[in-house]
């Protein structure tokens, strides 16, 4: 082989070996990834009592360490100014299991009783979601999901 055939592959191999690694380090420093987020309301039965479920799916390069779940109707206060990530670290969390990769699917399941609902704002209501990842780096979104009671 020649000199410069030589040359040039280790050149080519060096320059590669540098961009994947700038291409890890920047995935790395990505904050989670929310996608497939759904909500769904059921309203209490003479017999049973309502729920809400919320399920996501988070993918963090880090991991996901939290994920916080709010709901809160489109007709209230919170329609001229949105939950903030900050009033979500105190709400409920959601529970993940892993869904393969750096993915998890997160679920988030509350009991309505007939009381709550009979008090509840009827028509649109958002799910506010913060999630977080084991680097600290977070997303939030103040609609994540909808549903109508």
Do not use: N
Not at 6 to 17: E, H, P, Q, R, W
Not at 87 to 103: D, F, I, L, Q, Y
Request: hydrophobic content about 40%.
């Amino acid at each position: 082989m020649s000199r410069r055939i030589v040359i040039s592959t280790v050149a080519g191999a060096v320059v590669l070996a540098g961009a994947g690694a700038f291409a890890l380090a920047y995935a790395g420093d990505q904050p989670p990834v929310l996608t497939h987020s759904t909500a769904r309301y059921a309203a209490p039965a003479a017999d049973r009592a309502g729920s809400l479920g919320f399920t996501t799916e988070v993918t963090a390069s880090a991991g996901v360490k939290s994920v916080k779940v709010l709901a809160w109707p489109a007709t209230s206060s919170l329609t001229k100014e949105a939950p903030t990530a900050k009033e979500m670290a105190h709400v409920e969390s959601a529970r993940c299991t892993p869904a393969g990769g750096h993915t998890a699917r997160c679920t988030y399941r509350v009991t309505v009783s007939r009381g709550d609902a009979d008090t509840s704002p009827r028509g649109r209501w958002h799910v506010a979601v913060l999630a977080t990842d084991e680097d600290g780096h977070s997303t939030f979104d103040a609609k994540a999901a909808g549903f109508s009671v």
